[in-house]
């Protein structure tokens, strides 16, 4: 199945498309689903998590689930990467997508795509952007407090009231960013690669919004990875980084005192995951139960679980697709488009 490589890797695919196989056949009307009639076949378009696997066989076990319980025979075709998922829907090659927020934005806009679920990763199906910082003295408000990361059960610190003093961690924003304005002239900010919603794109237009000329008023530190964002901060290379949330965890071992050495002082709007698209000529009883069926598969077969886990790098999808952030996504990808 699809998938991120990384939560951060999520940037403006190349446009290359893959020509795929399968068209979709039966008896929809030409204006799509007008009486109501299902094709014989639909196929799915998607980006695997995994590489040089048997994928064929790998996608078997979510494609022969949707083919018995709908009926109809479901195939799946592999994607070279997500542009091309968009591209299969707009020729009909596909009439469902699984890709990922840029995507399914330019799916929705282009191809008036449906969508319909949106990928869930350990309860979540969005993520902020954290700014870090070693100097809370300037950033932070207010004295850093620890908070639990449930995902490793480490306690990190945070500031500006984003998270509450010995809870869980939410990552959930927006939250802190008056404190961008404290960023002044010449302040060294490490920033991954353009193409990185957390690492770059919505730190860029969280700074721009807080009246910082990101091209003039700071120093950029040109950074590869969210780890690197995390140490650049840690070593003093930077003053403030961006990462997802929470990168620091991903730097424990070679920097085991970074829950006190770098703190997370701010939160950006939330970046969406990606999820599932359907072209706008399936006809809507077969959407709603298409819906259910791959809303509900992890729960199908411990085996489900694991092709999640394994394919897609996903742990369920859900049916609340809170579009208003993908649409935001889209917004934000527009301002990097050239």
């Not at 945070?158 to 509450?164: D, L, S």
């Not at 620091?248 to 070679?254: A, F, T």
């Not at 703190?263 to 999820?275: C, E, H, K, R």
Request: proline share 4%; charged share 20%.
């Amino acid at each position: 199945m699809h998938m991120r490589k990384t939560i951060a890797a999520v940037g403006i695919a190349t446009a290359s498309v893959l020509i795929l196989a399968g068209c979709a056949g039966g008896d929809t009307t030409a204006d799509g689903s007008s009486d109501g009639a299902w094709p014989d076949e639909i196929t799915i378009s998607l980006v695997p998590s995994t590489e040089n696997a048997d994928l064929a066989e790998a996608l078997t076990p979510l494609t022969g689930y949707l083919s018995d319980e709908l009926g109809i025979e479901v195939k799946g075709v592999v994607a070279d990467n997500y542009a091309a998922t968009v591209e299969a829907l707009g020729a009909d090659q596909a009439q469902v997508i699984i890709t990922d927020a840029g995507s399914l934005y330019n799916a929705i806009n282009q191809y008036d795509a449906k969508l319909i679920l949106r990928d869930v990763r350990f309860g979540a199906s969005s993520y902020a952007s954290v700014g870090f910082t070693s100097n809370p003295d300037k950033y932070c408000a207010d004295a850093p407090v620890k908070a639990t990361y449930a995902a490793n059960d480490v306690e990190l610190s945070y500031c500006n009231g984003i998270e509450t003093a010995g809870e869980k961690a939410t990552g959930t924003g927006p939250g802190g960013l008056k404190a961008l304005k404290k960023i002044d002239k010449g302040t060294k900010v490490a920033l991954q690669a353009a193409t990185s919603p957390a690492g770059y794109q919505y730190p860029v237009v969280a700074m721009q919004d807080a009246g910082i000329d990101t091209d003039a008023d700071i120093t950029q530190v040109p950074v590869e990875g969210n780890n690197n964002a995390v140490l650049a901060v840690y070593n003093g290379d930077a003053e403030v980084s961006f990462g997802f949330w929470d990168a620091r965890s991903s730097v424990l071992k070679e920097a085991p005192d970074v829950a006190d050495k770098v703190v997370a002082f701010a939160y950006t709007d939330m970046i969406p995951n990606g999820g599932v698209a359907v072209s706008s000529s399936l006809p809507d009883d077969l959407v709603a139960e298409l819906t259910d069926l791959m809303d509900g598969y992890v729960d199908s077969s411990d085996e489900a679980k694991q092709v999640m886990t394994d394919l897609v790098s996903l742990t369920d999808w859900t049916a609340e697709t809170n579009q208003d952030e993908i649409d935001r996504y889209g917004e934000i990808l527009q301002k990097f488009a050239n």
